[in-house]
């Protein structure tokens, strides 16, 4: 299961409006060798056996590895959990980054890493040259050191390895199929807990949250402030070579497009702003109340892998209504979210949920063993 940061259809616009020959060829070879780890079989995610060794101590555990700009993963071992800081940066920042992951994980959600089951967060950094992304394979997160004219190096941005860390839980858990609406879906999770462990990490409420998804990747000269804005969808860049961002923040601006898997990294705006709307309307920190109600429903085993924008609001009630009650002021400003992006229509009720049978369960391990690939 191959997850990206930066979406197909940026690297194709930058390979179009590229002047140097030589930057057009480093956006095409970045795309053929995404369109290639697409086509692979998902990376074998390690079982709760060998997620820790035996006679590791218990909680947080990371490696980091250094492909040495090459592509065979992991690479080489150069800091392991516990050891000092080296003199390579980005080794630091993928340790710090996916600690931060796990921690908001762990300490906001009972959730011991991806799977649930204490699994060794593994990351490689120097991956490729000048490779413009960063992802999750199924098993492990890759950074590369971005192309040096448009993106710096990926392990910068603490929110994208908090998005990447959290395909693979949305991999454990209710497993979205990564087409359309629900694809759409699996994307706004990964930036809604990408955003929560950046606001975690930096003991942010959610009224000094930036929002941003990605702030920091783009290197001076880029008219652009991040990848994605979930407080106000569409405005995070407007740049002469990447073109301007496309996501809608309502189903007004739904984009139907048989492109990136259907839109999965455009439409995934509505839900963004949805849970923008639900966080600061119920006010404190985001990753308290909301995270909780989103982090239930992610969880619950009752989302079908091919859930559309409407089940997933219906889940997002119910696991309110659950953790707080029917009259609290939790599920309203859920529903009214779902309401102002389009989703629920006004005349929508509160949802029940004794009635639709939603009730939040504890994390899911191991995913289902037939993972499709994208």
């Given at each position: 299961?191959?997850h ?73 071992l150069?800091?392991?959990e ?10 630091n ?6 600690g ?45 050191d971005?192309d040096g004219?448009?993106?710096?190096n ?6 994208v ?20 609406q ?40 880029v ?10 969808p ?56 909301a ?16 859930a ?13 209504q659950t ?17 102002t ?7 929508t ?8 049978g ?17």
């Amino acid at each position: 299961m191959f997850h990206s940061i930066i979406p197909p259809y940026l690297l194709e616009q930058l390979e179009r409006s590229a002047g140097d020959p030589s930057l057009r060829a480093r956006y095409r070879q970045s795309l053929q060798h995404d369109a290639v780890l697409r086509t692979r079989p998902a990376a074998p995610a390690p079982t709760a056996v060998s997620a820790r060794p035996v006679d590791a101590p218990g909680g947080r555990q990371r490696k980091v590895y250094d492909a040495h700009n090459g592509t065979d993963l992991p690479g080489a071992l150069v800091r392991s959990e516990g050891d000092d800081p080296v003199k390579d940066t980005a080794v630091n920042q993928a340790y710090d980054g996916t600690g931060a992951t796990w921690t908001l994980y762990k300490e906001c959600y009972g959730r011991d890493s991806i799977d649930g089951n204490g699994l060794v967060l593994t990351s490689t950094v120097h991956y490729d040259r000048a490779y413009a992304n960063a992802f999750w394979n199924g098993a492990q997160m890759v950074f590369g050191d971005g192309d040096g004219e448009i993106f710096g190096n990926f392990t910068a941005a603490i929110d994208v390895t908090g998005h990447e860390l959290t395909h693979g839980v949305t991999q454990y858990t209710a497993n979205l199929a990564y087409e359309g609406q629900s694809g759409a879906l699996n994307e706004s999770i990964s930036d809604v807990f990408g955003s929560l462990t950046k606001q975690y990490a930096l003991g942010q409420s959610a009224a000094q949250a930036d929002w941003l998804i990605g702030a920091g990747l783009f290197l001076p000269g880029v008219k652009g402030v991040a990848l994605r804005s979930m407080k106000a969808p569409g405005t995070a860049y407007d740049d002469p070579r990447l073109g301007k961002d496309p996501q809608p923040a309502t189903m007004s601006g739904y984009v139907d497009t048989s492109d990136d898997n259907g839109g999965v990294h455009i439409n995934s705006g509505i839900p963004n702003h949805a849970f923008y709307l639900a966080a600061t309307g119920i006010g404190g920190n985001a990753y308290d109340d909301a995270g909780k109600i989103w982090y239930a429903t992610l969880t619950s085993g009752m989302l079908p892998a091919t859930a559309g924008f409407k089940d997933f609001a219906a889940a997002t009630q119910a696991a309110a209504q659950t953790l707080f009650g029917a009259d609290a002021p939790q599920l309203a400003a859920v529903t009214k979210a779902w309401q102002t992006v389009g989703v629920l229509d006004d005349s929508t009720p509160l949802m029940n949920a004794a009635q639709s049978g939603l009730h939040p369960s504890p994390p899911v391990s191991p995913p289902p063993e037939s993972t499709p690939s994208h």
